[in-house]
């Protein structure tokens, strides 16, 4: 059965309008300070959305306390962000740039993965990096287990190892050997989503 239609209103965006597909819509709303977008079944629905936005707004509406509360990204940064199809699933994960959402490196699918681990790698990865180019970049995650996961040097999963997942047991071995072994002046900082909408890494697989 194939999958329902719905339409995207973007309030608050690079370009507001109706979109009739979420790759073009998240690409108005990810990185976007204060994004205010929502999914309609109808056309109809979603047009009356956009032209009466106060009877419409979404769920997860923006509070300016929050949003005077932390301000606004900072663009000459990196964003990472992982995706997994289940948990376990098959996991992989992205570091792009902040400001125009520049892939800087993407790696996976890794079968049976969690978001946790790959938000905990994605991080690491980006900080090697950084090391590696003499950069001085913030680096953003919007999972918080992982952002302390690389504070404490460990990734404290619950995943078992197994002959599926070894290859990225030895991944996380070698991230936590990295963590133990180098100095890095880098910020890891939380991604606020709740004020700014998706991290700019996201996948998009709503």
């Not at 929502?38 to 419409?56: G, H, I």
């Not at 098959?90 to 996976?108: C, D, I, P, S």
């Amino acid at each position: 059965m194939a999958a329902k239609k719905k339409y995207y209103v973007v309030w608050h965006g690079y370009s507001p309008g109706i979109y009739d597909n979420w790759e073009d819509a998240k690409r108005q709303v990810t990185g976007f300070p204060c994004a205010r977008y929502k999914s309609f079944e109808t056309f109809f629905d979603a047009r009356e959305a956009f032209q009466n936005p106060p009877s419409f707004l979404p769920k997860q509406k923006i509070k300016t306390s929050h949003i005077s509360e932390v301000g606004e990204p900072i663009a000459e940064a990196i964003a990472v962000d992982a995706a997994c199809s289940k948990n376990p699933g098959l996991m992989e994960y992205q570091g792009v740039w902040v400001a125009n959402k520049q892939h800087l490196f993407r790696q996976g699918p890794f079968p049976d993965g969690t978001n946790n681990i790959g938000e905990f790698l994605a991080i690491v990865h980006a900080l090697a990096l950084c090391k590696k180019q003499g950069w001085d970049y913030p680096i953003y995650s919007d999972s918080k287990i992982a952002i302390l996961w690389v504070k404490n040097q460990k990734a404290k999963t619950k995943m078992l190892k197994s002959a599926q997942n070894s290859v990225l047991f030895d991944l996380i071995e070698r991230a936590e050997f990295w963590l133990k072994n180098n100095s890095y002046s880098n910020q890891v900082l939380k991604w606020e989503t709740s004020a700014w909408g998706e991290i700019p890494a996201d996948f998009g697989r709503k």
